[in-house]
């Protein structure tokens, strides 16, 4: 097999074939994705129905839902590229999503933390298959 040169091994690795679990992978990336852009969607309708105590800030915090949507989209095209650096990338959201959903719980909205923490593990869970470890660049056993 062809040395890892970092950018992952992508679909070629597996007779040009995507492994099913980095499909879901990129899957969960996108619905991370589009619950973060509906976040933003109540955030600039809550700006725009009711005036906020600081504007800036919800300003800021719609700005940075929008922002942290589109790199779950990247990163969601990166899994689907193979490339390796997305699987650290996947831990680290996911870790902090796990915090989000911690906080959600003792807020009292069990509902969303339990949701998030499905989410998270799922994610996290399918990082590091040996079929995504190996397609998303990660060495065999042995090398």
Do not use: K, Y
């Not at 590229?81 to 915090?99: D, E, K």
């Amino acid at each position: 097999m062809a040395e890892n040169s970092g950018f992952g091994h992508g679909p070629a690795a597996n007779g040009g074939r995507r492994p099913a679990v980095v499909t879901a992978l990129a899957g969960v990336l996108l619905v991370e994705a589009a619950g973060l852009l509906a976040a933003t969607v109540v955030l600039v309708v809550d700006l725009i129905a009711a005036p906020a105590l600081s504007v800036a800030s919800a300003v800021a915090l719609a700005a940075f839902c929008a922002l942290a949507a589109v790199w779950l989209v990247v990163m969601a095209r990166a899994v689907v590229a193979g490339r390796a650096w997305v699987r650290g990338a996947t831990v680290v959201v996911q870790v902090l999503l796990a915090a989000v959903a911690i906080t959600a719980l003792q807020s009292g909205a069990v509902l969303l933390a339990i949701l998030l923490a499905i989410v998270a593990i799922a994610a996290l869970v399918l990082v590091f298959t040996p079929a995504a470890v190996s397609a998303l660049g990660g060495r065999e056993r042995g090398h």
